[in-house]
């Protein structure tokens, strides 16, 4: 199958891994709703004309979404993928929170394969051109994460803790927030941007090792305490795919 070019063909890919990580009651379905989600409104975004450059924020988002694509069915077919990818495929398996699962999709996505999308995308222009429609997207993103985690309670009931934890032991159980890692992106996408693409390589294989840091950070955090805590919410969790969805969707 041809890799998508519009946002439409996305979302209808990102449609198909929900449908069969559902079936398979895999938690690879985690990441694909909330990353269709945000794909979703970004796209009603670029329709209503909302961005300074519709067209190729458009042309972004696709070569965005299709590296994440192309990780998916790397990992499906035994193939060479991304080590922050790799890492993240692999803890679908293992008994994760569920915003474990769905931050080590965004950790990989976010960090990695946006900064890539976005050097790639602009390699012929000047990169500071599509920075205002970049940090709108945080704006959109930011307001869905918070939706997001409303609603994770429903799965998640216990999920509560965490934050109680935060605010009482000045602990996190994840250095991470969505907004942060996009700046972080967009410093890395300047960089591989300033390198050209036949020069990024080894740049890119540096950011892909400091992302899977991080990732293996969100799977096994330091502190005892936390990882406790973490195996205690999970097994209080929603377990099926399909009824964590349908709880997510809910109005």
């Known amino acids: 199958m041809s890799r998508p070019t519009n946002i439409q063909q996305v979302l209808n890919e990102l449609d198909t891994i929900i449908d069969v990580s559902i079936n398979s009651n895999s938690r690879m379905g985690l990441f694909a709703y909330i990353y269709r989600r945000t794909t979703a409104e970004i796209a009603s975004e670029i329709i209503l004309g909302n961005f300074e450059n519709n067209q190729r924020l458009e042309i972004l988002d696709v070569a965005f979404a299709n590296l994440y694509l192309?990780?998916?069915?790397?990992?499906?077919?035994?193939?060479?993928?991304?080590?922050?990818?790799?890492?993240?495929?692999?803890?679908?398996?293992?008994?994760?929170?569920?915003?474990?699962?769905?931050?080590?999709?965004?950790?990989?996505?976010?960090?990695?394969?946006?900064?890539?999308?976005?050097?790639?995308?602009?390699?012929?222009?000047?990169?500071?051109?599509?920075?205002?429609?970049?940090?709108?997207?945080?704006?959109?993103?930011?307001?869905?994460?918070?939706?997001?985690?409303?609603?994770?309670?429903?799965v998640s009931p216990l999920l509560f803790i965490l934050d109680w934890i935060g605010k009482n032991k000045d602990e996190q159980m994840i250095d991470f927030s969505m907004r942060k890692a996009r700046e972080q992106s967009w410093n890395s996408a300047n960089l591989l941007w300033s390198l050209g693409e036949s020069h990024s390589e080894n740049s890119k294989n540096s950011i892909d090792q400091i992302v899977l840091e991080l990732s293996e950070r969100i799977a096994a955090p330091k502190s005892r305490i936390i990882r406790f805590f973490l195996k205690f919410i999970q097994k209080f969790e929603t377990k099926e795919v399909n009824r964590i969805i349908s709880k997510l969707k809910a109005v």
């Open 70 to 154: 192309d990780a998916y069915k790397a990992y499906q077919n035994n193939q060479k993928l991304s080590a922050s990818w790799n890492f993240a495929f692999n803890q679908t398996d293992e008994p994760l929170t569920i915003i474990q699962h769905i931050i080590l999709g965004m950790n990989a996505h976010i960090n990695l394969d946006l900064a890539i999308a976005t050097a790639s995308v602009m390699s012929n222009e000047d990169i500071k051109d599509i920075e205002n429609d970049f940090n709108k997207v945080n704006d959109i993103l930011f307001q869905i994460t918070n939706e997001l985690q409303d609603r994770l309670s429903r």
